[in-house]
């Protein structure tokens, strides 16, 4: 039900019992240390506001569903949703069930039904107290009853009146007791609380153990990654060395052979095959296969090393194939070097120029 409805059931309570529910409903209201009956008429209408808040609403609602069953004033059960709206009066006017508790128990349920019998009572009563609101109707009834007690209190009356006061007393007695059960529930359930969320600590620093582990292996095979591209390049730079060493060898080893066998090549009329420095590796086997000349291939991250251990001044000719040698590296080796060199633009033109005998 809506706030407005429940506004006017927190309205009808006595400002006595309004304390002694707030108390019991842990309502706090800000710049009141402790509601008391001495300022319960300055604190009354900021108490109800806070009372409202959806917090605090949904526990009052609950508290005044468990007080459907009732008993009438025979000492009988009875359900307060199922009586009629003269019946309810009658409860309500003989002092047996407080008003905000028959209003607190009809808004308090799921059927509409009950709401509209709450309408009912409330628009009833109105009429026949001459009361504009639900809370006028509380002080007029409040003062009713002060004065029919003033005014009954012959020895027959005073009994009727401590009945009334005993039956009080057990109200407030049952009241205790739905209070203990709560307090009871609540501590069961804050401690359930404390239980989980230390499972949950504990389970959350074994999962950041876990990922520290992690993240200190990743970190480990990241070290030994980079250790072996290390160690990768610095073996690559030593194979270029060794090949231009091995270039450089082959080249001593043929101009030795050549000086060795100038005499006898005279002498017999044969003809050495030539050794031509390939600069710019085609990847063809015609150089590969070719007996006469025969080529020494150099790639482009060769051609440094040799240009300054004077490599290419141990062979016949040097040939530059052009669109594979950058135009400086070209330069470079034609500046250097006074031997025969001979330069092409693609492969077919060198294939071609073998041919012809050179």
């Known amino acids: 039900m809506g706030r407005e409805a429940w506004k006017k059931v927190l309205g009808s309570i006595p400002d006595g019992e309004l304390v002694d529910l707030i108390d019991i409903w842990k309502i706090q209201v800000k710049g009141f240390r402790q509601i008391t009956k001495d300022n319960i008429q ?30 009438n004033p025979d000492g009988k059960d009875i359900n307060l949703r199922e009586e009629s709206v003269e ?26 039904l009950h ?59 049952k009241l205790q007791k739905t209070i203990d059960k709560w307090e ?36 480990g095979v990241n070290e030994k990654l980079a250790l072996a591209e290390g160690e990768t390049g610095r073996l690559n730079e030593k194979i270029q060395t060794l090949k231009a060493e091995i270039s450089h060898l082959n ?20 003809k050495n095959p030539s050794h031509i420095a390939l600069v710019g590796d085609p990847k063809n086997k015609l150089t590969v296969e070719s007996e006469d000349p025969i080529f020494h291939v150099f790639g482009p991250k060769d051609i440094n090393e040799a240009l300054e251990k004077n490599v290419f001044q141990d062979f016949d000719e040097v040939w530059i ?29 060198m294939k071609s120029y073998i041919k012809k005998g050179r």
């Not at 409040?142 to 020895?155: H, R, Y």
């Not at 359930?189 to 990743?218: F, T």
């Open 251 to 270: 080249a001593l080893m043929l101009s030795s052979n050549t000086k060795v066998d100038v005499e006898p090549a005279k002498d017999q009329g044969a």
């Open 115 to 173: 709401h509209l019998k709450a309408r009912k009572l409330e628009d009833s009563l109105l009429e026949e107290h001459g009361a504009n609101s639900i809370s006028e109707l509380n002080v007029t009834n409040k003062n009713a009853s002060s004065e029919q007690v003033q005014l009954t209190l012959e020895p027959d009356e005073e009994l009727e009146w401590e009945k009334k006061k005993r039956k009080s007393e057990e109200k407030n007695e």
């Open 42 to 71: 300055t604190v009354r209408s900021m108490a109800i506001l806070e009372a409202l808040k959806p917090k605090n609403l949904n526990m009052i609602k609950h508290f005044y569903d468990t007080f459907h069953h009732k008993e």
């Open 321 to 349: 194939m052009c669109y594979l040698v950058p135009p400086q590296m070209k330069k470079k080796i034609k500046k250097i070097h006074n031997q025969k060199i001979v330069e092409f633009m693609d492969f077919p033109s």
């Open 184 to 219: 009871k529930q609540y501590t069961e359930l804050k401690n359930k609380y404390k239980e989980e969320k230390q499972q949950w600590a504990k389970e959350r620093a074994q999962l950041q153990q876990d990922l520290g582990r992690e993240k200190s292996n990743v970190s």
């Open 87 to 112: 019946s309810l009066k009658q409860l309500y006017g003989e002092c047996s069930v407080d008003l905000h508790i028959i209003l607190g128990v009809l808004y308090s349920s799921e059927e509409k």
